[in-house]
């Protein structure tokens, strides 16, 4: 029968949730797999260079999240999008949360729709990232403040040009005008606006005539003068 002080260890041990901590570089994972731990000593944080490393150790707990460390690569290359998209379908049960050197919007926007369930830009402290990834494990979704203050931003610019086009469309038509105005395609305007293309072209169609405007070109142009 173990002593009582070695059972209270390894009860201890057992009951702190995983987290896998991904990153090819083995003093920069490390250095923050230790960090992380003396800020939160509930997490057990397991440093690897890749899932397969992962697998090979024979660990058979699972992670209650998957940290992956993109540094300073870019989201939108295909290669990292790639990785975390398929991290998020091998660990479909816990929240893959990207670590980043960027706060940028469109990196960010491009790591959720990868499948990410949070994004950790890596300017912020240890206790901002620790409290980022137990959000996360709770099922909630942890972008930074910049991110969000930038999204905000788009959101009002998109529905300042769409109300400034409100007095000669219909709120669908302005939606579908200022979607021309920007140069976007049918079929991208039919998936962001969840139309039929076919209901886009009558919705152009429709345009052009209150316009008097005979092709997307002149859509466009049109628009852009009446807004301020």
């Known amino acids: 029968m173990p002593e009582h002080g070695v059972w209270d260890e390894e009860y201890e041990e057992a009951a702190r949730d995983v987290v896998l901590l991904i990153d090819p570089r083995v003093l920069d994972r490390e250095c923050l797999a230790r960090s992380l731990a003396t800020q939160n000593t509930t997490l057990d944080v397991v440093a690897v260079g890749s899932s397969a490393e992962w697998h090979r150790i024979g660990d058979d707990r699972q992670p209650a999240a998957v940290l992956l460390i993109a540094g300073s690569r870019k989201i939108t290359e295909e290669g990292l999008g790639n990785e975390i998209h398929q991290l998020a379908e091998e660990f479909a049960e816990q929240p893959v949360i990207v670590i980043a050197d960027t706060d940028d919007l469109a990196q960010i926007l491009k790591a959720l729709d990868a499948g990410a369930k949070g994004f ?64 976007k395609a049918n079929k991208i305007i039919a998936y962001e606006l969840q139309l039929c293309e076919s209901t886009v072209k009558v919705h152009i169609r429709n345009i052009m005539k209150k316009l008097n405007a005979t092709n997307r070109t002149e859509v466009a142009y049109k628009i852009r003068e009446m807004l301020p």
Do not use: H, Q, Y
Request: aromatic share 4%; glycine share 12%.
């Open 120 to 183: 950790i830009p890596s300017n912020v402290g240890v206790g901002v990232a620790a409290e980022a990834i137990l959000l996360a494990r709770a099922g909630g979704v942890f972008v930074p403040a910049s991110g969000v203050m930038a999204m905000r931003e788009v959101i009002n610019s998109n529905s300042s040009r769409v109300v400034g086009l409100g007095n000669l469309f219909t709120a669908r038509e302005a939606e579908v005008a200022d979607a021309l105005r920007r140069g």
